[in-house]
């Protein structure tokens, strides 16, 4: 393969996507925005074996070879927008040594280094768009953190980056068998994405979106303080856990209608907004991976598309009739998975211009490539992924409210939940996993009761200060 040492070539300038577009479509050119210093991905490893520090230097070296998206860089300007791929320059790899901690303790420790990545900055203008850091607790047990700006990649591809950092590893310290195959570009995908722009299906997908929106509004919450008071926007993360028997009835009720987990989630999800406005015509913003239907799987990227899902619940009478309205609109919706959907209803995103209003969106986070105590030549790496403590300051999100869950290898549900706390509080966003946790109960474990759904025609969240 390509090496650090063999010459690719001059910078090149490539289109935007349309993903990027919407990147740049939420810039407010301030530090707070896509483009800031702490919009980045931050995921770590444990790793069990003796870590080779040149090894897993070149080994990250190599990935910044195969990807170009962590050599690129957005230029922003209105009348010259493009990528610019950069040639390769080595990956920066910080190295430390964390001697004295005793086993049972290294669980807290790991935590609070994650933290402390996510709370660094990290240049958006610059390449390469990875950084690693290596925390040895002893010579056979350590942390690798990864981080990776968010202009550059989504979370899918930082799960694709470990795996090939991981690979590539095994082979720099003679382990075979590992080896990859040709690695498809971002580029490539823009090339893909702007070939079908104006073509039959994608018309008729923009119509499709154009006539679902038409007289609809995205979701938001009251602020609990409005932007006009400018107080500093820093993000937050609120954590809680939904237990592993819940969820293995969650699965269950998934498979009974012939859906996802997703969409249970999403059913519930849609009760708690009623329970806490009123509001029956509800359209939530969510993430899809965008990677035209599987074709991109495996490259790194800014891939995920914004996908609405609106539900009108009327006319639902119990619990699953809920359910298989969101299944319905889910499946109809993924049909016409495009990106820039807000951009064929304008007035659908009005709300978020407002000054006590704060965007929500709701995403369930696929893990493509699940490692858990997998070996990968002579190391066994785990991914960190069970995180409920709750801090006041993690990776930026450009603005509101956005939930993210995930699975865990023990079955259990963690939500993450980031939020501006300039704008919200913490006691608002608790009130709210409340509800939420409470009707994905109800769903689950009664999906034929009747759910008297309220039917005010506001759809703010007017229960706020309860039980704060």
Known sequence: MTTMDTPTGAAERWPLSANQEFLCALDQGDAEGPFGPRHHIVHGWRIHGQVDVQALQRALDDIIVRHDALRSVIIRDPEARCQVVHQPTPAELTVRDLPGIEPEERGRRIDALLVEEETADFDASSVPKLR???????????????????????????????????????????????????????????????????????????????????GGETLTMPADRPRSRGLPQTTAMYRFEVDAELMAGVSALAREVRGSSFMVLLAAFTIAVNRMSGATDIST????????????????????????????????????????????????????????????????????????????????????????????????????????????????????????????????????????????????????????CAELKNLVTGPDDVVLLLRSASRNLVEQSEQR
């Open 132 to 214: 690693a850091v290596l925390n040895r607790f002893d010579d056979h047990d350590a942390l690798l953190v990864l981080v990776v700006h968010h202009a550059a990649a989504d979370g899918w591809s930082v799960q694709v980056i470990f795996r090939d950092i991981a690979a590539r590893y095994a082979t720099r310290t003679g382990h075979g068998g590992h080896e990859l195959a040709e690695p498809q570009q971002y580029r490539d995908f823009t090339t893909w994405q702007l070939a079908r722009l104006g073509g039959p299906a994608e018309n008729s997908s923009r119509r499709y979106w154009q006539d679902k929106l038409r």
């Open 285 to 436: 913003p969510t993430l899809t991976p965008g990677r035209g239907y599987g074709r991109f799987d495996e490259a790194v990227g800014l891939f995920f598309n914004f996908v609405p899902i609106r539900l009108d619940v009327t006319a639902c009478a119990k619990y699953r009739d809920v359910l298989q309205l969101t299944r319905n609109t889910c499946l109809e919706a993924y049909v016409h998975d495009i990106p820039a959907i807000p951009g064929e209803a304008p007035e659908f995103m009005r709300p978020m211009a407002m000054d006590n209003e704060v965007p929500i969106i709701f995403q369930v986070f696929p893990f493509p490539f699940p490692v858990d105590g997998t070996r990968v030549g002579d190391l066994e790496y785990s991914e960190i992924r069970r995180r409920l403590g709750s801090q006041s300051r993690t990776s930026d999100i450009p603005d509101g409210v956005l939930w993210t869950l995930t699975v865990d290898t023990t079955g259990e549900l963690i939500g993450n939940i980031a939020y501006k706390d300039g704008l919200v509080d913490r006691s608002s966003i608790a009130q709210w996993v409340r509800r939420f």
